[in-house]
């Protein structure tokens, strides 16, 4: 019998539905490995509270990654079998870490989650009404990048406080 798995779609075409969400999953991949290896290179003040979160968080971009190839292979389509294809079909840029000082590692990855917060906010708008489990996938992705930012912002904070009150002790 055929399934009536995609008949729940309404003014949506599923191939387009699949090609946003793999240029998704390519953000999700590139930022699981941005924070991967920022956790691995960051130096400087606190950096062990950084090296914590950056590496909660590459837990939760692979399981994004995860969600996404799921709902992807659920609708019909392929998630990108090719890690090359993760760089043409990103919305984001990858942040590759260059000054491994903890606070530029911070900045790079806020710039990351911005960005996936417009992606996922935008996917919340296509999707809304027409996909409904599409639409509660990208809604929780989207809960979790907004969280995202606000930890690594309330990090970069602290620890510039932090050099702050060093620099007036030596004063
Ligand atoms: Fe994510
Ligand atoms: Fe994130």
Redesign the pocket.
């Known amino acids: 019998m055929a399934m009536r798995r995609n008949s729940i779609i309404k003014g949506l075409e599923i191939s387009e539905i699949i090609t946003m969400l793999n240029k998704a999953y390519s953000?999700?991949w590139l930022?699981y490995y941005q924070y991967f290896i920022e956790s691995k290179v960051i130096k400087g003040i606190m950096r062990d509270a950084a090296i914590a979160e950056l590496t909660q968080h590459a837990a939760?971009?692979l399981r994004?990654a995860t969600m996404i190839a799921d709902r992807i292979i659920q609708l019909g389509g392929t998630p990108l079998t090719h890690p090359q294809a993760w760089f043409t079909h990103a919305n984001c840029e990858y942040g590759e870490p260059k000054d491994f000082d903890v606070v530029a590692i911070l900045n790079d990855a806020i710039k990351g989650e911005q960005c996936?917060i417009s992606v996922y906010s935008k996917l919340v708008d296509i999707t809304k009404d027409k996909d409904i489990i599409t639409y509660n996938m990208v809604s929780s992705?989207l809960a979790?990048?907004v969280e995202h930012e606000e930890d690594l912002q309330t990090l970069h904070d602290d620890i510039g406080e932090f050099i702050e009150q060093i620099k007036k002790s030596m004063a």
């Open positions: 953000d999700e930022a939760d971009e994004h996936a992705i979790d990048e």
